[in-house]
């Protein structure tokens, strides 16, 4: 499984980026697919899940209320919409692929968000 993230970007604080996440290969394996990132310093943290067979989204306590998950299973891609962003948000995001298989998963390269104050 191949996933290519893209959709960050510099902006100021209040403003809204949508990421997105494209899988290929062999996607039938995909359960889940979802947003980490990583600050500089910090460890790698969730930012959101959403399962591909359907269920509640699930989202950090620092996402609530500012992000939505979303996917198009059609196209196997996710996107993570970002509203009211803050500079404690800057960080690279990682997209997630969660398989079948309980140690398997993947990850995109990641793509920086930069939210200046």
């Known amino acids: 499984v191949r996933l290519v993230e893209s959709g960050g970007g510099l902006v100021q604080a209040g403003s809204s980026l949508r990421l997105s996440c494209a899988a290929s290969?062999?996607?039938?394996?995909?359960?889940?697919m979802g947003w980490f990132r990583q600050a500089p310093g910090k460890q790698r943290e969730l930012v959101a899940v959403?399962?591909?067979?359907?269920?509640?989204?699930v989202l950090a306590d620092s996402a609530k209320g500012r992000f939505t998950i979303s996917r198009d299973n059609a196209k196997n891609t996710v996107y993570l919409l970002m509203n009211s962003l803050k500079p404690e948000d800057t960080a690279v995001y990682y997209c997630?692929?969660?398989?079948?298989?309980?140690?398997?998963?993947?990850w995109g390269q990641g793509t920086q968000v930069t939210v200046s104050s």
């Open positions: 997630n692929a969660g398989t079948y298989s309980r140690d398997v998963a993947y």
């Open positions: 290969g062999s996607t039938f394996t995909i359960k889940s």
């Open positions: 959403i399962g591909t067979g359907g269920g509640i989204p």
